[in-house]
Protein backbone atom coordinates (compact mmCIF):
# COMPACT_ATOMS: atom_id res chain seq x y z
CA UNK A 1 0.00 0.00 0.00
CA UNK A 2 1.31 3.41 -0.96
CA UNK A 3 2.14 5.63 2.15
CA UNK A 4 1.87 9.56 1.54
CA UNK A 5 3.78 11.63 4.48
CA UNK A 6 3.84 15.45 4.58
CA UNK A 7 5.12 17.43 6.24
CA UNK A 8 6.25 21.42 6.45
CA UNK A 9 2.99 23.00 7.43
CA UNK A 10 2.66 25.81 10.12
CA UNK A 11 1.36 29.39 11.11
CA UNK A 12 2.72 32.19 9.06
CA UNK A 13 1.92 36.12 8.54
CA UNK A 14 0.85 37.45 5.24
CA UNK A 15 3.76 37.39 3.22
CA UNK A 16 5.63 34.68 4.59
CA UNK A 17 6.75 31.72 3.04
CA UNK A 18 6.86 27.84 4.00
CA UNK A 19 7.91 24.34 2.16
CA UNK A 20 5.86 21.91 2.10
CA UNK A 21 7.42 18.15 1.74
CA UNK A 22 6.00 15.04 0.92
CA UNK A 23 7.43 11.53 0.90
CA UNK A 24 5.71 8.57 -1.15
CA UNK A 25 6.56 5.13 -0.81
CA UNK A 26 6.21 3.66 -4.03
CA UNK A 27 9.11 2.16 -6.46
CA UNK A 28 6.65 3.84 -9.34
CA UNK A 29 6.91 7.14 -7.91
CA UNK A 30 8.91 8.47 -10.72
CA UNK A 31 6.67 7.35 -13.34
CA UNK A 32 4.14 9.59 -11.64
CA UNK A 33 2.57 12.93 -12.16
CA UNK A 34 2.38 14.36 -8.81
CA UNK A 35 0.23 16.79 -7.21
CA UNK A 36 -0.02 19.28 -3.98
CA UNK A 37 -3.93 19.04 -3.30
CA UNK A 38 -5.53 21.30 -0.66
CA UNK A 39 -9.03 21.68 1.37
CA UNK A 40 -9.86 24.72 2.74
CA UNK A 41 -12.77 24.84 5.96
CA UNK A 42 -15.85 24.16 4.47
CA UNK A 43 -14.81 23.79 0.32
CA UNK A 44 -13.83 20.99 -2.24
CA UNK A 45 -10.25 19.58 -2.03
CA UNK A 46 -8.49 21.16 -5.30
CA UNK A 47 -5.38 20.47 -7.04
CA UNK A 48 -2.91 23.75 -6.43
CA UNK A 49 0.07 22.41 -8.35
CA UNK A 50 1.56 19.21 -10.72
CA UNK A 51 4.61 17.89 -11.61
CA UNK A 52 5.18 15.80 -14.39
CA UNK A 53 7.60 13.07 -14.42
CA UNK A 54 10.12 15.15 -16.75
CA UNK A 55 9.48 18.58 -14.52
CA UNK A 56 6.86 20.41 -16.43
CA UNK A 57 5.16 22.15 -13.96
CA UNK A 58 1.41 23.56 -13.55
CA UNK A 59 -0.20 25.84 -11.22
CA UNK A 60 -3.59 26.97 -10.23
CA UNK A 61 -4.35 30.72 -11.12
CA UNK A 62 -4.28 31.81 -7.53
CA UNK A 63 -0.77 30.33 -6.81
CA UNK A 64 1.23 31.34 -9.78
CA UNK A 65 4.27 33.06 -9.14
CA UNK A 66 3.82 32.20 -5.46
CA UNK A 67 3.69 28.38 -5.47
CA UNK A 68 6.64 26.78 -6.68
CA UNK A 69 6.33 22.29 -6.81
CA UNK A 70 9.41 19.86 -7.42
CA UNK A 71 10.46 16.91 -6.95
CA UNK A 72 13.40 14.71 -6.16
CA UNK A 73 13.12 11.22 -7.95
CA UNK A 74 16.10 9.72 -6.00
CA UNK A 75 14.53 10.38 -2.42
CA UNK A 76 10.77 10.22 -3.64
CA UNK A 77 9.99 13.10 -2.50
CA UNK A 78 7.37 16.12 -3.54
CA UNK A 79 7.55 20.05 -2.59
CA UNK A 80 6.07 22.52 -2.63
CA UNK A 81 7.67 25.97 -1.91
CA UNK A 82 5.31 28.79 -0.76
CA UNK A 83 5.88 32.66 -0.96
CA UNK A 84 3.87 35.17 -0.82
CA UNK A 85 1.62 33.52 1.74
CA UNK A 86 -2.20 34.85 1.79
CA UNK A 87 -4.69 34.44 4.16
CA UNK A 88 -7.20 32.64 1.63
CA UNK A 89 -3.93 29.95 1.06
CA UNK A 90 -5.19 28.23 4.67
CA UNK A 91 -6.03 25.28 4.22
CA UNK A 92 -4.75 21.28 4.72
CA UNK A 93 -2.24 20.60 2.06
CA UNK A 94 -2.03 17.17 0.63
CA UNK A 95 0.41 15.30 -1.89
CA UNK A 96 -1.09 12.45 -4.34
CA UNK A 97 -1.35 12.35 -8.00
CA UNK A 98 -2.60 14.87 -9.97
CA UNK A 99 -6.00 13.37 -10.22
CA UNK A 100 -5.63 11.97 -6.98
CA UNK A 101 -5.50 8.26 -7.57
CA UNK A 102 -3.74 7.21 -4.94
CA UNK A 103 -6.84 6.06 -2.40
CA UNK A 104 -5.11 6.22 0.74
CA UNK A 105 -4.67 10.06 1.42
CA UNK A 106 -1.79 11.03 3.78
CA UNK A 107 -2.86 13.05 7.18
CA UNK A 108 -1.84 16.27 4.93
CA UNK A 109 -0.06 19.42 7.08
CA UNK A 110 -1.89 22.08 7.83
CA UNK A 111 -0.91 25.84 6.53
CA UNK A 112 -2.39 28.80 8.33
CA UNK A 113 -1.95 32.28 7.50
CA UNK A 114 -2.88 35.35 9.55
CA UNK A 115 -1.58 38.14 11.07
Known amino acids: QVQLVESGGGRVQPGGSLRLSCVVS????????MGWHRQAPGKQRELVASITPGGTTNYVDSVKGRFTISRDNAKNTVYLQMNSLKPEDTAVYYCNTRGGDITSWGQGTQVTVSS
Open 26 to 33: ASRFRIWT
